[in-house]
T-cell receptor, first 121, second 111 residues
Framework: GAVVSQHPSWVICKSGTSVKIECRSL??????MFWYRQFPKQSLMLMAT?????????EQGVEKDKFLINHASLTLSTLTVTSAHPEDSSFYIC?????????????????FGPGTRLTVL | GIQVEQSPPDLILQEGANSTLRCNFS?????LQWFHQNPWGQLINLFY???GTKQNGRLSATTVATERYSLLYISSSQTTDSGVYFCAVAPSYSSASKIIFGSGTRLSIRP
């Protein structure tokens, strides 16, 4: 249980184009999903919290017009990198929260997707 | 905000060795998770452990919440244990359910 998928797993695009990344919870409903960014040999940095049916909450320093987040259903959140530039190249990872107490006897545990490697030329 | 520090930053061991990874945090937490990030980038949930001790095969973890630290023990290391180990915490002062990651411990197991 608690499987999260991401698509695509990798993408190469030209500077100036927009790229959409999908994050899905496959076997549970996720009212809250999270988007992280990870540069090589660094830790994960939270970009934004995605709430189903409402606007995303962005962390300080993250441009909301640059990184558009849509949480259209209880199993799908999307991140669109608009007008991508080489400095946006990174590993983007989503997670989904299993709300409340679950069968693993954990509370609000997060499960992660496999990540999307974005390269902007 | 809360500070999450992991040590050591890097660890190189021979197969079969045991290791202890540490996670210190600067404020009280509601949630603490340990993850293993494999070479392909996937984060694998190891433990959800805001307090107490848990064991899963060769791995075990202990969190002493009152002293604000957690330990991850790996026994009889295998080459497949290589990767980066992260701890992540949810601060008690935050109503949001977000978690803050430590800087990680990069573990290399040599055959």
């Amino acid at each position: 249980g608690a499987v999260v998928s991401q698509h695509p797993s990798w993408v190469i695009c030209k500077s100036g184009t927009s790229v959409k990344i999908e994050c899905r919870s496959l076997d549970f409903q996720a009212t809250t999903m999270f988007w992280y960014r990870q540069f090589p040999k660094q830790s994960l940095m939270l970009m934004a919290t995605s709430n189903e049916g409402s606007k995303a909450t962005y962390e300080q320093g993250v441009e909301k017009d640059k990184f558009l987040i849509n949480h259209a259903s209880l199993t799908l959140s999307t991140l669109t990198v608009t007008s991508a530039h080489p400095e946006d190249s990174s590993f983007y990872i989503c997670s989904a929260r299993v709300r409340g107490l679950n069968t693993r006897n954990s509370y609000n545990e997060q499960f992660f997707g496999p990540g999307t490697r974005l390269t902007v030329l | 905000g809360i500070q999450v520090e992991q040590s050591p930053p890097d660890l190189i061991l021979q197969e079969g060795a045991n290791s202890t990874l540490r996670c210190n945090f600067s404020d009280s937490v509601n949630n603490l998770q340990w993850f293993h990030q494999n070479p392909w980038g996937q984060l694998i949930n190891l433990f959800y452990i805001p307090s107490g001790t848990k064991q899963n095969g060769r791995l075990s973890a202990t969190t002493v919440a009152t002293e604000r630290y957690s330990l991850l023990y790996i026994s009889s290391s295998q080459t497949t244990d290589s990767g980066v180990y992260f701890c992540a915490v949810a601060p008690s002062y935050s109503s949001a359910s977000k978690i803050i990651f430590g800087s990680g411990t990069r573990l290399s197991i040599r055959p």
